[in-house]
């Protein structure tokens, strides 16, 4: 049976750096469980996987954390037929060759333009001067919406994460947060409008057309459009930054990757694994269940930790290395055999959606800086810093290379 370890999840030094939290739970077979806010945070990769693939684990949290921000429900609030459907949906809307060569149009375009910018100083720091930008813009014009305004969106977007991913928030958070929100969606509703019943591609005149599958109000698509915009933009500037942050801490593995451009493919995987973007997945128990020999009643609160049961050492051999031949090593030779999967993007019903998308987006435009940022390094000294453990990501990963003094070879966004 898991042992149970008491901590306290706001504790400054677990939230600065939680992996010695996750290598006590593992070294102790154990959960942990903070009285305070009287939920249990699961870092066992199997127990995470039944967490994430049981139906007894719902996601009714997201109805106090994710509905208020949104006005309506989220994807992941729904079940059933409606959530197999809506699901269906925003996968169609992400993928498919005409849809996927569209976005890799916008991925190209978005990442030239933002680098432009860079190339001839040599230096970028590939969060606060790439990155979050990058996200929204890549994000909003996928789902065919203006990007005119992408400065006010991130704004909003920053708000409403807040409220989503804190677990106590202040009055004068929450009450910056509602704000955000209500100018999120005033500023989306009449784009809802615009766009229902047009004919063009993308993610709204689908959820808005009957004939498609979708026939939702103008309240219940903003609302899922929120969502989609809240799930894409926030990981995905994390993660490549965390992917230049380990090919550029490895010079022989960086040259590896640069010469075989095959190796990006597990080197974002491996990326995902030890560094992953969503720390925490929040459920609640709908009927007792147990865990790891440990009985939980109904009602109990749950956090499944990704972060941590992607570091298991007894599904993943070495955890704390970061290994681009992992998944090849573990088809040959497992420890955890087809179990061994990391779960950045969830497993079971609720897996990312985006997930597809995601790494497509992360391999074509790590390629483009590949091409461009020649010399790369970190300025001498750089230490990674990180924030947030709901999701988490560098604060900032500045990186120096050879400035262009010539034509910058690369275009405007148009
Ligand atoms: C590196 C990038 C990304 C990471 C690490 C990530 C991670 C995750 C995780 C862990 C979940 C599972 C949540 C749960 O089980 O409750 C999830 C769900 C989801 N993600 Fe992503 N995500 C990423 C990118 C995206 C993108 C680009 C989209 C845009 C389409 C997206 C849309 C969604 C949606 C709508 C869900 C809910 C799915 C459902 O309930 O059926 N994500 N994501």
């Known amino acids: 049976m898991r042992n149970i370890i008491e901590f306290d999840a706001m504790d400054p030094a677990f939230q600065r750096d939680p992996i010695p939290m996750f290598e006590r739970l593992h070294a102790a077979d154990a959960m942990l469980l903070d009285p305070a806010i009287d939920a249990y945070f699961l870092g066992r990769h199997e127990d995470v996987a039944q967490a994430l693939r049981s139906d ?8 106090e954390s994710a509905q208020p921000m949104m006005g309506d429900r989220v994807l992941a609030q729904m079940e059933g037929q409606e959530h197999k459907a ?25 990442t030239s333009a933002l680098l432009a910018e860079s190339l001839r100083r040599g230096r970028l720091d590939l969060i606060n001067d790439f990155g979050k930008a990058y996200s929204m813009l890549v994000t909003l014009e996928a789902l065919g919406l203006p990007t005119d305004r992408y400065l006010d969106v991130i704004a909003w977007h920053s708000g409403v994460a807040t409220f989503v991913t804190s677990l106590r928030l202040t009055e004068a958070q929450r009450l910056h947060s509602v704000a955000c929100s209500q100018a999120f969606i005033a500023y989306l509703t009449p784009l809802v409008e615009d766009l229902r019943g047009s004919s063009r591609d993308g993610l709204i005149p689908l959820l808005c057309n009957p004939a498609a599958g979708g026939g939702m109000t103008t309240p219940e698509t903003v609302a899922l459009v929120l969502n989609v915009v809240l799930a894409a933009a926030e990981p995905s500037d994390k993660a490549l930054a965390y992917l230049f942050h380990h090919l550029v801490s490895c010079p022989t593995l960086l040259d590896r990757v640069r010469n075989d451009r095959h190796l990006l493919a597990p080197a974002i995987a491996e990326t995902l694994r030890i560094s992953s973007p969503v720390q925490l997945i929040p459920r609640q128990i709908n009927d007792d269940a147990t865990v790891g020999g440990v009985r ?16 298991d050492p007894s599904v993943f051999r070495d955890p704390t290395t970061f290994d681009i031949n ?79 003094d010539g034509a910058v070879p690369l275009g405007p966004r148009t």
Request: with cysteine.
């Open 56 to 63: 007894v684990f719902t996601t009714a949290p997201l109805a």
């Open 86 to 110: 809506k699901r269906g949906l925003v996968l169609s809307a992400f993928s498919g060759r005409s849809n996927r060569e569209r976005h890799a149009q916008i991925i190209a375009r978005v």
């Open 296 to 311: 939980l009643a109904a009602g109990t609160r749950v956090f499944c930790m990704p972060g941590a049961a992607n570091r």
């Open 326 to 404: 992992r998944r090849k090593a573990a088809q040959q030779a497992p420890i955890g055999g087809a179990a061994s999967m990391h779960f950045a993007f969830g497993t079971g019903t609720h897996m990312c959606v985006g997930a597809a998308f995601s790494l497509m987006q992360l391999e074509l435009t790590a390629n483009i800086l590949l091409d461009h940022l020649r010399d790369l390094r970190t300025p001498p000294g750089f230490m990674l810093e990180e924030e947030g453990f709901y999701t988490r990501g560098p604060v900032a990963m500045p990186l120096e290379f050879a400035p262009y």
